[in-house]
């Protein structure tokens, strides 16, 4: 397949700290394909902008800056122009390393999130399904509205997020050669957990992680995360990397993950 050229094989820290990172820009930059949002992949920073008011549509990745205040005041102004909030993400290689400081000091709001990574040789083998859960891939536009009914009331965020969610995925394609893949869980026939699968960077990179509140705790996220991560060593993927809140800390390493680094999320909230 098209996207196998680039698996990661170096499983060092170094390198899995890195595609941690990447992964994340990668899967912004297939944002491109959508006709709602407006990507700018500059020499110093990564950074989307639209007019849907929830800030993961709006963001900021891969700043590397020299003159921080400018980058912050102008991106609060992409967001006041569009009335929008605004998302920035930092990791390990973010420039200036006290970036976080001046974001705070503009107003922006963080939240913490702990950068994993796990070898798809590792993966457990006697993971005990719920029964009655069944995990399908989601193939087509019906499946995919499902899709977004569990994964807004697991996020516990608006169903306008869903729409856009919808909207996004059908831009980059539901096909067999998709690098962005959804998966649907369905506990006796409904629809009660999502996750999905983003291939780039050379690993697989694990999102949208959810599960309706009235089925928790039955370990039907696990199997969502473990899913995925079958399909990506079939693929000949050698490691997956995913962002844990920090309530997943004590979760993914059941699955083989462990901690590399913190990501952090900073919001915009344009109040």
């Known amino acids: 397949m098209k996207y196998r050229n680039d698996i990661l094989q170096d499983l060092t820290d170094t390198s899995l700290v890195a595609a941690i990172e990447n992964n994340l820009f990668n899967l912004y930059n297939s944002f491109a394909k959508w006709t709602h949002v407006e990507l700018h992949d500059d020499h110093?920073?990564?950074?989307?902008?639209?007019?849907?008011?929830f800030p993961l549509f709006n963001a900021i990745l891969?700043?590397?800056?020299?003159?921080p205040k400018s980058s912050i005041e102008a991106a609060i102004a992409r967001g006041r122009q569009r009335n929008v909030?605004?998302?920035?993400?930092?990791?390990?290689?973010?420039?200036?390393?006290?970036l976080g400081d001046d974001l705070k000091a503009f107003g922006f709001v963080s939240e913490e999130s702990i950068g994993m990574a796990a070898d798809l040789n590792s993966l457990p083998q006697d993971m005990t399904i719920p029964p009655g859960l069944v995990i399908e891939r989601v193939r087509d536009t019906k499946t995919m509205e499902k899709w977004c009914r569990p994964f807004c009331i697991g996020y516990e965020w608006p169903d306008f997020v869903g729409e856009a969610f919808l909207d996004l995925s059908m831009s980059i394609g539901?096909?067999?050669?998709?690098?962005?893949?959804?998966?649907?869980?369905l506990l006796n026939g409904e629809p009660v957990a999502t996750s999905s699968m983003f291939l780039g960077a050379g690993v697989a990179g694990i999102y949208n992680v959810a599960t309706v509140p009235k089925v928790r705790r039955q370990g039907i996220g696990a199997n969502m995360t473990l899913h995925p991560l079958h399909e990506a060593r079939t693929l000949g993927y050698k490691a997956s990397i995913l962002h844990s809140s920090p309530l997943g800390r004590n979760v993914y390493p059941k699955l083989g993950f462990r901690e590399y680094c913190k990501i952090k999320q900073y919001v915009w909230p344009n109040q």
């Not at 110093?44 to 008011?53: E, G």
């Not at 891969?62 to 003159?67: E, Q």
């Not at 909030?85 to 006290?98: A, E, N, R, V």
Request: hydrophobic share 35%; glycine share 4%; net charge negative.
């Open 174 to 185: 539901l096909d067999s050669q998709s690098v962005f893949r959804h998966y649907i869980g």
């Open 44 to 53: 110093d920073m990564l950074w989307s902008i639209s007019d849907i008011p």
């Open 85 to 98: 909030p605004l998302l920035w993400w930092t990791g390990p290689y973010s420039q200036p390393t006290d």
């Open 62 to 67: 891969r700043a590397r800056l020299s003159n």
